[in-house]
C-alpha cells in the first residue's frame, strides 16, 4: 500500500505538528510520496528535504498497485487533492488540520495510529457521490465533476434568475443570488448554510437549495439523484460566475447548465469507525448543555 500526501500553501501550519507528520510517515512500511508544494513547505518549516523520487507534480497519476491520498489540511484541502485525482480511482483520507472539517473527519493527533490502519488495510471507506456538469464550461480542461456542490452566484450588485428543471419538469425560477445544488456529501458545506437540510451521505439524493431568494416562500428540496437539473441563467446587470465545489468561473448571462449524477464515484474514508453522526454531533456541539 501506498500513502500520496498532499496538501497546499495558505495553510497555518506549526513545526511541531509537521515533525509528527514526518516521524508517522517515515516509520510507515510502505511506499509514500508528497506534492511538490507541501515537499516545499515540509524543507522551508522543518528542514526536511525530501527526495525528488518521492515527490509529485500538479496531477496524481495511478500508481502500481494500491494506494491511498491522504489530504492534510481543512475540508477545501481535501477537495483540492479529489479534484487532483482526476480519474484515478483512489481512496481518500483527510486529516483535520483546519476548522470545523466534516470531510476531514480524522484528527491530526491519529497520524501513527492512521497510517498503521492504511498498512494493515483496516481503513473502512464509504462511497460518495459526485456532480457531473454539462456545458461549455470555461474551466480551462478542469475537471466537470464536484463532491460537494454545484453553484450559482451573482457577481455584483444585480439580482440573478434561475430557472431550475427537473427531468424537464419546470420547478421554479428563483430570483436572488443564486442557487446551490449539492450531494449529500456538501449537504453540511455552503448548502447548510443557506438553509439546506442535513442529508446523509448514504441517501440518494441532490439538494437544490436557493441563495438568498427575494420570494420569501422559496425553499429547499431534494430530489432523487437519478434526476437531471438544468439550469437556465439569467442576470440583469452584471455577469454571473459558477463554482464546482472550491473552484470558480466567470460566465456570461444567458447561460445553461446540465447536472446529473456522475458515472464515477468517491471513495471517502471513515477512520477509527467515526460514523456521519458522530461527526455531525461533534462538530455541531449538539447535545451540549450550555446553560451551566
Known amino acids: 500500500m501506498k500513502i500520496i500526501l498532499f496538501s497546499r500553501r495558505g495553510l497555518a501550519f506549526q513545526a511541531e505538528e509537521l515533525n509528527a507528520l514526518r516521524a508517522a510517515i517515515t516509520e510507515f512500511n510502505g511506499e509514500w510520496a508528497v506534492n511538490e508544494e507541501f515537499a516545499a513547505i515540509l524543507e522551508e518549516q522543518i528542514g526536511w528535504s525530501i527526495p525528488a523520487s518521492c515527490q509529485y507534480g500538479a496531477t496524481i497519476c495511478p500508481p502500481n498497485g494500491e494506494a491511498v491520498l491522504v489530504c492534510y489540511g481543512g475540508d477545501g484541502t481535501l477537495l ?148 437531471t437539473i438544468r439550469l437556465r441563467v439569467q442576470t440583469r446587470r452584471s455577469e454571473a460566475f459558477l463554482t464546482l465545489d472550491n473552484r470558480s468561473y466567470a460566465v456570461p448571462s444567458h447561460c445553461e447548465f446540465t447536472l446529473r449524477k456522475a458515472s464515477k464515484s468517491i471513495f471517502l474514508a471513515a477512520p477509527h469507525n467515526i460514523s456521519f453522526y458522530d461527526t455531525l454531533r461533534n462538530k455541531m456541539m449538539w447535545g451540549i448543555d450550555i446553560r451551566s
Do not use: W
Open 80 to 227: 483540492e487533492g479529489v479534484h487532483r485525482l482526476g480519474d484515478a480511482a483512489i481512496p481518500v483520507v483527510g486529516i483535520n488540520a483546519g476548522h470545523l472539517g466534516f470531510l476531514t473527519s480524522d484528527s491530526r493527533q491519529g497520524l501513527k495510529r492512521l497510517f498503521e490502519a492504511i498498512e494493515q488495510g483496516t481503513l473502512r471507506f464509504e462511497e460518495r457521490s459526485l456532480i457531473e456538469v454539462g456545458s461549455d464550461l470555461p474551466t480551462n480542461g478542469d475537471s466537470p465533476l464536484a463532491l460537494n456542490e454545484f453553484s450559482i452566484q451573482r457577481n455584483g450588485a444585480g439580482m440573478l434568475s434561475v430557472e431550475i428543471y427537473v427531468d424537464e419538469q419546470m420547478v421554479a425560477t428563483c430570483h436572488g443570488d443564486g442557487v446551490i445544488v449539492s450531494t449529500p456529501t456538501g449537504s453540511t458545506a455552503y448548502s447548510l448554510s443557506a438553509g439546506g437540510p442535513v442529508v446523509a451521505p448514504s441517501c440518494a439524493c441532490f439538494v437544490i437549495t436557493p441563495i438568498a431568494p427575494h420570494n420569501l416562500t422559496m425553499r429547499p428540496v431534494v430530489i432523487p439523484d437519478s434526476s
